[in-house]
Each structure stands twice: as structure tokens, then as C-alpha cells.
């Protein structure tokens, strides 16, 4: 009578197939989560763009400084923070003027970042208006992509690595 089943040493190699082709498959979907993010990041920053533009031509400025919005209420800071230093976000006060639908908050629901860049943010100077944002499928930088902008410490202070201007 001969025996019929798998050996240990069997069920052993194909269960550290199946282990290693778990660990490709899910290292692949973090990969696509994190690309899916960013591709809302940047769309969230046209969007940002947009209603600043918009705002910009019915009051001749960007939210600026007195404006009651961003930090010290000057239109400049995280997107989205308030209370504290900020009186009103810069995003309620784009919705207070009609200039946005709704909130646009950062994918992983951070309204301000410590160095990982996932909040947005605003900053004006001389040369425009600038909105900032982290991605996190492109490289982090020590000293780089928002160099020459209003915020050139931006990448080292708090991880953005991804901006653009009016």
C-alpha cells in the first residue's frame, strides 16, 4: 500500500512561496497607495491654486497680510490650521468667499506636518504666491526643491518636496 500526501519539508517550501509572494504583492499596493496620494496631492494643489487665483482677481491679493487668515492672520502657513496662531485657516476663508467648495485637506487628514510634509501650505513674497505639499513617492531633499521660493527651507523644516506658483 503506498502512501499519497505532501512531505513536511513540502509544506514547508510552499508555504514560504506563498509568504514570499504575499510580501511582493503587498509592497507593490503600498507603492500604488502612496502614487494614488500623491496624484491627490497635486490635484489638491491645482485646486488650491485655482481658488487663490480666483480670489486674487475679485481682491487684488492672494490673502494677505491682515487678512484674519493663516498664521497671526497675515494669509501665510499651513492650508488648513486654526485656532492658536491661526484665527481662521486660509481654507475657511477661501469657502467664506465662495472660492471653495469644501475643505481640501492632505490625504492622510493632517492639517499641519512636522517634517513629513503631509499638510499643505502657503506662503507669498515678492516673487508670488506659493503652495507647498510633500509627496511621498518622490525623493525627500536636505536642500533643494523649494529653494528660490518664499519658503526656501521648506524641504529641510518640513519635508515638501512638491510646489507651484500663481
Request: a positive charge; proline letters at 3%.
Amino acid at each position: 500500500m503506498t502512501r499519497r500526501g505532501f512531505t513536511l519539508i513540502e509544506l514547508l517550501v510552499v508555504i514560504a512561496i506563498i509568504g514570499l509572494l504575499s510580501s511582493i504583492v503587498l509592497a507593490s499596493l503600498n507603492t500604488a497607495r502612496d502614487r494614488a496620494r500623491d496624484a491627490r496631492r497635486k490635484s489638491d494643489v491645482n485646486t488650491i491654486l485655482t481658488a487663490l487665483a480666483l480670489y486674487q482677481t475679485a481682491n487684488g491679493n492672494t490673502i494677505q497680510a491682515g487678512s484674519g487668515c493663516g498664521y497671526n492672520g497675515d494669509g501665510y502657513g499651513w492650508f488648513n490650521a486654526q485656532g492658536g496662531s491661526y484665527p481662521t485657516s486660509i481654507a475657511q476663508c477661501l469657502i467664506n468667499a465662495d472660492y471653495l467648495q469644501q475643505e481640501v485637506i492632505d490625504p492622510t487628514g493632517n492639517r499641519t506636518s512636522g517634517t513629513s510634509g503631509h499638510a499643505y501650505m502657503k506662503y507669498h513674497c515678492a516673487s508670488g504666491t506659493y503652495v507647498y505639499a510633500g509627496l511621498a513617492s518622490a525623493p525627500r531633499f536636505v536642500d533643494g526643491p523649494t529653494n528660490g521660493t518664499c519658503c526656501p527651507d521648506c524641504d529641510v523644516s518640513y519635508g515638501m518636496n512638491y510646489w507651484k506658483r500663481i
